[in-house]
């Protein structure tokens, strides 16, 4: 299984970035789908999450009605619309898959992608 991680960079504050997790290896169907970032010297954490089968999404707080999830499932892919993207963004994001499909918590995902990072800029 393998998930790869593509779409971060540097982007000033206020710009968009979409990040894209390619998904391989097996099916997905009864999985969810979900976005974590990592800030220097902070713990991971939950972004958002979709489920594969029927593209239930939940986000965090913080970053509802700026980001977005969604998947294609005829290429396998699940993508991250990030919007008026602000400074305290700046982490590494990582894309990943649990079979508790309500889950927000990191230590139920089982597949991990390695990571893309996303910088904002003043």
């Known amino acids: 299984v393998q998930l790869q991680a593509s779409g971060g960079g540097l982007v000033q504050a206020g710009g968009s970035l979409r990040l894209s997790c390619a998904a391989s290896?097996?099916?997905?169907?009864?999985?969810?789908m979900g976005w974590f970032r990592q800030a220097p010297g902070k713990e991971r954490e939950f972004v958002a999450r979709?489920?594969?089968?029927?593209?239930?999404?939940h986000y965090a707080e913080s970053v509802k009605g700026r980001f977005t999830i969604s998947r294609d499932s005829a290429k396998n892919m699940v993508y991250l619309q990030m919007n008026s993207l602000e400074l305290e963004v700046t982490a590494v994001f990582y894309c990943?898959?649990?079979?508790?499909?309500?889950?927000?918590?990191?230590?139920?995902?089982?597949?991990w992608g390695q990571g893309t990072q996303v910088t904002v800029s003043s």
């Open positions: 290896g097996r099916t997905f169907t009864n999985y969810v």
């Open positions: 979709i489920t594969w089968n029927l593209g239930t999404t």
């Open positions: 990943a898959a649990a079979r508790q499909l309500r889950s927000y918590d990191s230590r139920d995902y089982i597949y």
